[in-house]
Each structure stands twice: as C-alpha cells, then as structure tokens.
C-alpha cells in the first residue's frame, strides 16, 4: 500500500527532476529550454505546494488539532520558495543567468533541507495519525497534482 510519505517523497523526486533538467539547459546556454524547462519545474512546485496546503496540511491538523507545528514551518518555506521561483523566472526571463544561477542554488537548499523535514518528521506523522483518510486523502493528492 502506498503511504502519504512515499506519495509525497516521489513527488519530490520529480520535482528534482525537472529542476535539474532547467539546470542542465542553463548550464548548456539554451536559454529557450531553460525557460522552459524552469517554467515546467516552477508549475509542478508550486502544485506541490498546494496540493500540501489545502489538502494534506488542512486534514492533518484537524485530526491532530496541531496548528502551530511542522505544518505551520512548512507553510512559512513554501512561502519563501515561492519568491524564490518567481525571483529565478524573472532571472531566466531577462536572460541574466549570473543572477539565476545564484538564485538557484539558494533555492535548492531550501528545498533540500525542506524536503528532509517533511519526509522525515511530517509525512511521517501523517501516515502515524491519518490511517483511516489515506485512501481518500491519496487519491485527492493524486488528482490534485495530475490537473497541475
């Protein structure tokens, strides 16, 4: 069976993926693919953050009545990641690859250390305190992040 951490961890990966093919673009000077390929990267982060945010975030904290935990932290990243993305896309877009590579590799740490938290202390606590929502909570997630 399928749990909220392996869900979201390969969720994770994928958005791993598509960050690095960006990379891999700016670093080969295709400025069209870096667009491009930041732009895909960017949507399935941010759907990712959603899809946390008003759906996994929400029934997690009703069911353990913990609002000003990890779920709280994780909201005030997404928030700083998010300027981040959009700093990166306004980089690539007036072609200033010296800025969005330094924005970049901020990102990517947050990201790394973000990702730790929550596949090592809030996924897991999902999958401890939402046994009887996960079918549901999954398929929403699923689709959630498929319609991104």
Known sequence: MTTIRTFMTDDHRHCDDLFAESELAVAAGNAQAAI?????????????????????????????????????????????????????????????????????????????QHNMKEENVLYPMCDQHLPGETPELLARLETELAEA
């Open 36 to 112: 491009a390929a930041f732009g895909h990267f960017r949507l399935a982060t941010l759907a990712h953050f959603d899809s946390e945010e008003k759906t996994l975030f929400p029934t997690f904290e009703a069911k353990t009545g913990m609002t000003m935990g990890p779920t709280q932290v994780m909201r005030m990243e997404h928030a700083q990641m998010r300027t981040l993305l959009d700093e990166a896309r306004d980089a690539l877009a007036a072609g200033n690859r010296d800025d969005f590579l330094g924005i970049a590799e901020t990102l990517l740490i947050m990201m790394q």
